[in-house]
């Protein structure tokens, strides 16, 4: 049998710069065909998206070309902090009586009051359970649009009456 003669190094470095030249070619070559591809497609993409910016542009002009610009903001507290209760307030303090955080109940012991709620009412001047035990049905409706509550759930959780025990426990 014939044995064939090694492979000198310089062969090895012949085949290795052959290989690293074909890969570079075909590395460019692709490079430049998917670079050309996809800017076009970004382009295309470029511009929808203006288009849609455009149009939401003009959409929101519209809108608010339409709104009213008197509309002013309702004055809650006074210049020391103190809550602010206007004559035009919908809630009828001189009947369920008036307090501030110095004198507040925690409105949490009531259920269905949670630190959220107790701080939306404490902002409409709600401190005491004195005060929600003399709510009235309209008042509950009041108190339900003012801080946004679910309707019909100031009664179904009985809050003047979970109340009226708390005070007179207190």
């Given amino acids: 049998?014939?044995?064939?003669?090694?492979?000198?190094?310089?062969?090895?470095?012949?085949?290795?710069?052959?290989?690293?030249?074909?890969f570079l070619i075909g590395y460019f070559f692709a490079?430049?065909?998917?670079?050309?591809?996809?800017?076009?497609?970004?382009?295309?993409?470029?511009?929808?998206?203006?288009?849609?910016?455009?149009?939401?542009?003009?959409?929101?002009?519209?809108?608010?070309?339409?709104?009213?610009?008197?509309?002013?903001?309702?004055?809650?507290?006074?210049?020391?902090?103190?809550?602010?209760?206007?004559?035009?307030?919908?809630?009828?303090?001189?009947?369920?009586?008036?307090?501030?955080?110095?004198?507040?109940d925690d409105l949490k012991k009531i259920n269905g009051i949670g630190p959220f709620i107790e701080e939306k009412l404490n902002s409409i001047g709600i401190f005491t359970f004195e005060q929600i035990s003399n709510f009235s049905e309209e008042d509950m409706t009041q108190v339900t649009e003012l801080i946004q509550f679910f309707p019909g759930r100031i009664k179904r959780d009985d809050w003047k009456g979970q109340a009226a025990e708390l005070k007179s426990r207190v």
């Fill in 1 to 22: 049998m014939e044995q064939l003669a090694p492979v000198a190094a310089i062969e090895y470095v012949v085949l290795f710069l052959i290989c690293l030249g074909s």
């Fill in 31 to 104: 490079r430049s065909h998917f670079s050309k591809k996809y800017s076009n497609q970004l382009r295309n993409c470029l511009s929808e998206k203006e288009a849609l910016q455009e149009s939401v542009n003009k959409h929101a002009n519209s809108t608010f070309s339409n709104i009213n610009s008197n509309i002013k903001a309702r004055k809650t507290r006074d210049r020391r902090g103190a809550l602010y209760a206007p004559d035009d307030s919908p809630l009828d303090f001189d009947r369920i009586g008036r307090a501030d955080h110095t004198v507040r």
